[in-house]
């Protein structure tokens, strides 16, 4: 489940506690701006972008989708544009790390956002923006929504690395989020979280954040609130879905009120592939169509929407179907480090503690506190054969060793290999344990299995302090803590290989070309785009 729809669940049991204990009250509305300030000065000549994020959207859903005739507004698109079906995805592939991606165009190494969830050494406490609603009863609903709704984008999210809605507002352009989970920009807002949630949380009854001209983000932002209806409701998650995201993009198309740039997350897909699993004939998919064309409708027809904006589709990440439970796919994380004193879920870091988990379902961090059993902890995780890969740093160099393996490899940065990327790697010992062929001769690197691997992983390494392990799982096995949400026989990612970081790219209404297909590479493009 992607964390906009974890989030809209958590404060669904909030809102139904206090509904049972009769503490419910009806809150102040605070309206903004937004209308006023997000039309384009550029008017009609300039083509507006559309950015379209869905969660969890797989190459293999649109092409079996596209061959039976089943998405028209998909085959329109690509049609009348660009496909790609090989973006590769950021690290952790997890959607807040790689939203941060997108819209910083850096990597965590300079974003700073490391997971889902991940342990702060200097607050000395375990992150968690809304992994599950087990482990969030188990962390506190405090926590959580503190850090999901005013750390991630007023702290967490590097100050000093612009995002797109910043440098586009250096630029002179409008830019517009709905429902995006990184939204930090120049502009003023003020997210109302309803009075249900005063009782329950710390949160107060405003927050005052920094975002794009406009900025919707279900009950605690609606621009509309008075103007259109919208679905915001207690089954609704709280305005954290497809259709919030679809009927405010509508609106503004229907009201010519379109900014020069509008990023539109539509969330809604990654809780059925959770469940069921990948799969090339997806339900979801063509719901997601019917919502496509719902969009380019609002234009008038197809052709007109392809003459006034600029159409980009993207998934984030895909996934790997997960085992069934009787095949063991739970790696318990805790119960392999019996013995040693590792941190419960809610509980405080004491001088007794050694270790910290931070799961991020097929991916984890696993964090040593006393700085003397990282190669202990290296050898417990990699001893069991369901492990893909463990790796930590070193000083300069990078270690990788292959779960139930007893080869290593090492690498680098500003070697003498050149990728496609590229970027400049030294690498020793065993390549084939990342499936790398390397051409001595031209100086080559390439990747197989695991795409952009070696940048990708130093990003997650090098993400924010602390003496730690970047852990992931073999297809068909996920890791978990004590209360992690686990999928089996449905599907997982957080982990790097291809089937979790290959997704779906559409161009539709310009000729121009993103230099490399990484999600890292798209914030330079669309730039080109917004400002051409």
Not at 1 to 12: P, R
Not at 208 to 219: E, I, M, Q, R, Y
Not at 318 to 343: A, C, E, H
Not at 417 to 434: A, H, P
Request: glycine share 8%; aromatic share 8%; net charge neutral.
């Amino acid at each position: 489940m992607s964390m906009l729809n974890k989030i809209g669940l958590i404060l669904t049991m909030i809102l139904l506690c206090l509904v049972a204990s009769g503490c419910l009250k009806q809150g102040q509305t605070t309206r903004e701006p937004d209308l006023i300030r997000v039309k384009s000065l550029k008017g009609r000549e300039s083509k507006k972008v559309i950015l379209i994020v869905a969660d969890s959207l797989m190459p293999q859903a649109i092409e079996n989708g596209v061959a039976n005739q089943k998405l028209p507004a998909f085959q329109y698109l690509i049609q009348h544009g660009q496909y790609y079906n090989n973006m590769v995805s950021s690290f952790p592939t997890m959607s807040v790390t790689i939203d941060s991606s997108l819209l910083t165009g850096a990597y965590p190494d300079g974003h700073r956002i490391p997971g889902l969830t991940w342990y702060s050494t200097e607050d000395q406490e375990l992150i968690n923006y809304g992994t599950g609603p087990l482990e969030v009863v188990r962390l506190g609903i405090d926590p959580v929504l503190t850090n999901a709704v005013i750390h991630l984008n007023g702290s967490h999210l590097n100050p000093q690395l612009p995002t797109i809605y910043e440098e586009l507002a250096r630029l002179g352009r409008r830019t517009g989020s709905i429902n995006g989970l990184i939204y930090r920009g120049t502009e003023s807002h003020t997210l109302s979280p309803p009075a249900w949630m005063h009782a329950p949380t710390s949160l107060p009854k405003s927050i005052k954040v920094k975002g794009p001209d406009f900025l919707a983000l279900g009950s605690l932002a609606d621009p509309l609130k008075g103007i259109a209806k919208l679905p915001d409701g207690l089954t609704r998650r709280m305005g954290l879905n497809n259709d919030f995201s679809v009927a405010t993009a509508n609106y503004l198309i229907r009201n010519r009120k379109l900014p020069d740039f509008l990023y539109v997350y539509l969330p809604d897909l990654d809780k059925q592939i959770h469940k069921q699993g990948p799969s090339p004939e997806v339900k979801g998919v063509q719901e997601l169509d019917r919502q496509l064309q719902s969009l380019l409708d609002s234009f008038g027809s197809p052709k007109e929407a392809l003459q006034q904006a600029v159409f980009i589709v993207i998934g984030d990440s895909g996934m790997t179907p997960i085992l069934p439970k009787q095949d063991q796919s739970v790696i318990d994380l805790r119960s392999l480090f019996k013995g040693y004193n590792v941190l419960q879920p809610g509980d405080q870091v004491s001088e007794k503690t050694e270790a910290v988990l931070a799961v991020n379902e097929t991916m984890a961090y696993v964090y040593d506190l006393k700085s003397d059993k990282l190669d202990t902890f290296a050898g417990i995780l990699h001893a069991d054969p369901r492990i893909d890969f463990v790796s930590w740093k070193e000083g300069d160099w990078i270690h990788v060793v292959q779960g139930g393996g007893t080869t290593m490899l090492r690498f680098k940065k500003d070697g003498p290999l050149t990728d496609l990327y590229r970027q400049n790697w030294s690498v020793d010992q065993d390549t084939s344990i990342l499936d790398l062929t390397i051409d001595t001769a031209q100086r080559k690197l390439d990747y197989g299995r695991y795409p952009d691997v070696l940048r990708r992983l130093y990003g997650a390494l090098h993400s924010h302090p602390g003496n730690f392990l970047v852990v992931t799982a073999k297809p068909g096995y996920e890791l978990a803590d004590t209360s992690s949400p686990t999928h089996p026989g449905g599907g997982g990612h957080g982990s790097f290989g291809k089937e979790e970081s290959l997704v779906p790219l559409i161009i539709s209404g310009t000729e121009k070309r993103p230099q490399h297909l990484r999600i890292v590479d798209l914030k330079d493009f669309l730039l080109q785009v917004v400002t051409q």
